[in-house]
């Protein structure tokens, strides 16, 4: 947070220390709509529908409004005390600055709500019925706009993201505006329902930029047959090194007037080329090819969705503990292994991998946590690779098992103790059946290489070694069944067992080396996340862009163009809530929540 936010916190801290935050807010109040407005606003509440809004049902929203009126014993929170004017002036503009966190200003109504709000300025104060429906417009806004920058709008277990789901739910979002209201700071809302991620924020600074860049640069469009190669020239160079310049891949030290005849393709602007390349994806040799070229001329606009979309799918994911973590991002085809996930300045593994094709098998996103590494492993061929690939091969050539290390074993008892049973049409026929099953002999030429590492989930993928390190070498590295190749498991082992017993690179490397299969149970479990997102800035602050391999983004935007309410039942393991945050111990109303 801020030195600002930390201030504001602190403030908050010892007014809820002191314990008047809520006893004054609304002091000696019964905790009853008693009064008209009351009596008008829990009516509104009863109805989960307001005429004011666009998205009119509320009806997952709705627990939370009642929950926010009866900390302020079904008084006015907008209108009608000391500080409505600053506090309402606040709210309009914190919902104002939605796109600001990646969402969509329409969604909360601001400009219907500021015409209304006019309107209900100038009301009687009998008036119960119109006071009461502007009022709780104004909360259901805002309640919105916290629910979807903290937990964001789509469901993504609908979209086949297998998240974990949160425990509980900490997030008092009524608790939270009750206080900011009672000390006049609505406008500092936001930063204590963000995402806590430094992923999310370093994303949320990529977005401001970007938009200033899309608005204050000229549209540019670089126009080229065939490619230029370095020392060429080009009569466009000048424009392009201009826009290198604002997307930060070129020095300003370089910049160059539109207007000046910059006509070679010079060292210092191949250099800004290739790190534009190396941002997107492409093979950074500074060869402007027609890949490059449309990269060049995709929209800014493109760009921002894209980033507005990695936000989005990082306000998905439950609190990540402090402590070491395994990320794999898909369209990146890249792993980082991390010693303190919240602090991504320091001990950072990294390295290439190859994920599930495409079209037909795709590496799923999940989270799970790794239980053991296991080094020289079988292979157990999965059921639909025996029956799609092997089988039929299997049929035309007997020997075909023998040539791959493969051998065929019973389905069942111990496989330790398995024998290998002998091929032909009998066997084959049990093997169709399930009866038996085929795995693959620990060595060189085993599928999974030298070691694997497990982390149990439904979809039966896993990280392992390779003996194909050819395909490391592509630019772009689907080729898997589904599981995660890894380009360096040595490396990656040397995390997972870092600080267990007497495992250390020798010894690693011994494992890899020695022909009987070993199990290593890990001490303390490394979660692991397998994610999606085509935007991302790595460990060296480079914003990154991927191409979109499995659709997922045209996925998320469609179900970004529905204005529903997500229901807490999609979010949680549980239905719990919390409790006012304001008046409990925890303190989770004046820090980001989780």
Request: net charge positive.
């Amino acid at each position: 947070m801020t030195q600002q936010t930390h201030s504001f916190a602190a403030k908050w801290l010892l007014l809820i220390w002191a314990g008047i935050a809520s006893q004054l807010l609304y002091a000696d109040e019964p905790n009853v709509p008693a009064s008209d407005i009351g009596k008008e606003i829990t009516a509104i509440i009863a109805t989960k529908q307001h005429p004011y809004l666009k998205q009119a049902n509320f009806a997952n929203r709705s627990e939370d409004l009642d929950a926010l009126y009866k900390l302020a014993n079904y008084k006015l929170l907008w209108l009608d005390n000391p500080s409505a004017i600053k506090n309402a002036g606040d709210a309009f503009a914190l919902l104002n600055d939605a796109p600001a966190q990646g969402l969509i200003q329409e969604n909360y109504d601001v400009g219907g709500l500021r015409k209304k709000y006019d309107e209900a300025l100038s009301l009687k104060p009998t008036d119960y019925k119109n006071l009461a429906l502007f009022d709780t417009a104004l909360s259901i806004a805002v309640l919105r706009f916290l629910h979807d920058v903290h937990y964001g709008r789509v469901n993504p277990h609908g979209i086949n993201f297998n998240l974990t789901l949160r425990e509980k739910k900490l997030a008092d979002f009524p608790a939270l505006i009750k206080d900011s209201l009672f000390l006049n700071i609505v406008a500092k809302l936001p930063p204590l329902v963000e995402p806590k991620l430094q992923q999310y924020q370093k994303l949320k600074s990529a977005l401001a930029t970007y938009r200033f860049i899309a608005e204050k640069s000229p549209a540019f469009k670089f126009i080229l047959n065939g490619k230029l190669k370095p020392g060429e020239q080009h009569p466009q160079l000048a424009e392009l090194a201009n826009f290198l310049v604002s997307l930060g891949d070129f020095s300003y030290k370089n910049t160059v007037d539109s207007t000046t005849k910059l006509r070679q393709y010079t060292p210092d602007l191949v250099a800004g080329i290739k790190n534009f390349q190396r941002r997107h994806g492409l093979t950074p040799d500074g060869v402007i090819r027609p890949t490059t070229v449309a990269a060049l001329n995709e929209p800014l606009t493109q760009k921002i969705k894209q980033i507005e979309l990695a936000m989005e799918r990082l306000r998905w994911l439950p609190e990540l503990n402090i402590g070491r973590s395994i990320i794999v991002n898909i369209p990146a085809f890249q792993l980082w292994a991390i010693d303190d996930i919240n602090n991504t300045d320091i001990n950072i593994t990294n390295m290439r991998v190859v994920v599930g094709k495409a079209l037909k098998n795709q590496t799923p996103v999940l989270m799970a946590h790794m239980s053991y590494v296991e080094f020289m492993p079988y292979w157990n061929v999965p059921k639909n690779i025996l029956k799609d690939e092997i089988i039929p091969k299997l049929s035309k050539n007997l020997n075909y098992l023998a040539s791959q290390n493969m051998e065929m074993i019973s389905s069942k008892g111990n496989p330790d103790k398995a024998k290998p049973i002998p091929v032909n049409s009998e066997s084959i026929a049990k093997l169709e059946k399930g009866v038996y099953r085929v795995r693959q002999k620990p060595g060189n030429r085993n599928s999974l290489g030298k070691v694997k590492f497990i982390f149990p989930n439904k979809d039966e993928v896993y990280l392992h070694d390779t003996p194909a390190n050819s395909l490391f070498r592509k630019l772009r590295r689907d080729f898997s069944h589904g599981c995660v190749r890894v380009e360096n498991p040595r490396l990656l082992a040397e995390f997972a067992l870092k600080n267990q017993g007497n495992w250390n690179t020798e010894t690693i490397k011994k494992a890899m080396q020695n022909p009987v299969t070993q199990r290593v149970d890990l001490k303390h479990p490394i979660p692991v996340l397998l994610f999606y997102t085509t935007t991302f800035i790595d460990q060296h602050n480079n914003l990154a862009f991927y191409p979109d391999i499995y659709g997922h983004d045209a996925v998320l935007l469609e179900a970004l163009k529905k204005n529903d309410d997500l229901p807490d039942q999609s979010i949680f393991i549980s239905s719990t809530h919390a409790e006012p945050s304001a008046v409990k111990s925890d303190t989770s109303a004046i820090k980001p929540v989780p």
